[in-house]
């Protein structure tokens, strides 16, 4: 009696094996990524095409664009290119998603927000599949940025700050002990520094995924994101330029 269920209980796991054995999928995690709605599109009608010809042009599969603006996800239950949405010249939520069952390409998931970027490619088709991930992760990467995201931000906000907070303590001591007027450089690039933690809009300078409805012809507007950055490095980079000025100068 013990041996029949057994032997029933690892026939059924057998089949259920065999049966997912036939799905096949690829997830990657992209980085930060900085792209104009035009580039956006012609991804998305890349992935339409491929799988188009995978599933064949009389394919019914289920698509669907979500965007989310000023905090509120707008669904679209079709494909709907990004410049084709009116939204304002900049968000910083866009997903896209398509669904048939038993196909060589059966789903995929383009979510990109600011804490997760990710492409999840899944279908019965291994080569295809792996063709189609293959190709939105090389996309993808021509508009990664080095940094962003809320990982990002947390972690070096979190040790900016105690870097910022350490130094302005440790300067301000200095000064006042050694009445070292020339070193007032230290605790005063320590503060606009942490300032500059607390007050700039990092969630919209270093973005984990901001997408443009068109780019600012102004370079500083463009470059707003970089020239911030800079000035934080600028910051933190003079505390140590002004201690050595004021060694020289003793």
């Known amino acids: 009696?013990?041996?029949?269920?057994?032997?029933?209980?690892?026939?059924?796991?057998?089949?259920?094996?065999?049966?997912?054995?036939?799905?096949?999928?690829?997830?990657?995690?992209?980085?930060?990524?900085?792209?104009?709605?035009?580039?956006?599109?012609?991804?998305?009608?890349?992935?339409?095409?491929?799988?188009?010809?995978?599933?064949?042009?009389?394919?019914?599969?289920?698509?669907m664009v979500k965007v989310s603006i000023d905090g509120q996800d707008i669904e679209i239950p079709h494909l709907s290119l990004a410049s084709s949405v009116a939204f304002p010249?900049?968000?910083?939520?866009?997903?896209?998603?398509y669904q048939q069952a038993d196909k060589p390409i059966s789903s995929v998931t383009i979510d990109l927000g600011d804490s997760l970027r990710r492409v999840s490619v899944s279908g019965e088709s291994a080569d295809k599949v792996g063709a189609l991930s293959k190709l939105l992760e090389k996309d993808f990467d021509r508009y990664a940025t080095a940094a962003g995201g809320v990982k990002?931000?947390?972690?070096?906000?979190?040790?900016?700050?105690?870097?910022?907070?350490?130094?302005?303590?440790?300067?301000?001591?200095?000064?006042?002990?050694?009445?070292?007027?020339?070193?007032?450089?230290?605790?005063?690039?320590?503060?606009?520094?942490?300032?500059?933690?607390?007050?700039?809009?990092?969630?919209?300078?270093?973005?984990?995924?901001?997408?443009?409805?068109?780019?600012?012809?102004?370079?500083l507007v463009r470059h707003l994101p970089e020239i911030s950055f800079l000035a934080l490095v600028t910051a933190l980079a003079g505390i140590p330029v002004s201690y050595f000025l004021s060694r020289r100068e003793r």
Not at 45 to 52: G, K, P
Not at 89 to 97: A, I, K, L, P
């Open 152 to 219: 990002f931000r947390r972690v070096a906000g979190v040790c900016l700050s105690m870097l910022f907070l350490t130094s302005l303590m440790i300067s301000s001591a200095y000064c006042w002990n050694t009445r070292n007027r020339r070193a007032l450089g230290m605790p005063i690039c320590s503060a606009i520094g942490f300032l500059l933690l607390l007050l700039a809009p990092w969630n919209r300078l270093l973005p984990g995924f901001v997408l443009y409805q068109r780019y600012s012809p102004f370079f």
């Open 1 to 63: 009696m013990r041996f029949a269920i057994l032997l029933s209980v690892c026939v059924s796991l057998a089949t259920t094996s065999l049966s997912n054995g036939g799905e096949f999928s690829k997830v990657h995690d992209l980085p930060a990524l900085k792209s104009g709605a035009t580039d956006l599109d012609a991804i998305l009608l890349e992935t339409h095409a491929l799988i188009d010809a995978a599933n064949g042009p009389e394919d019914s599969g289920r698509e």
């Open 89 to 97: 010249n900049e968000v910083f939520g866009f997903s896209y998603t």
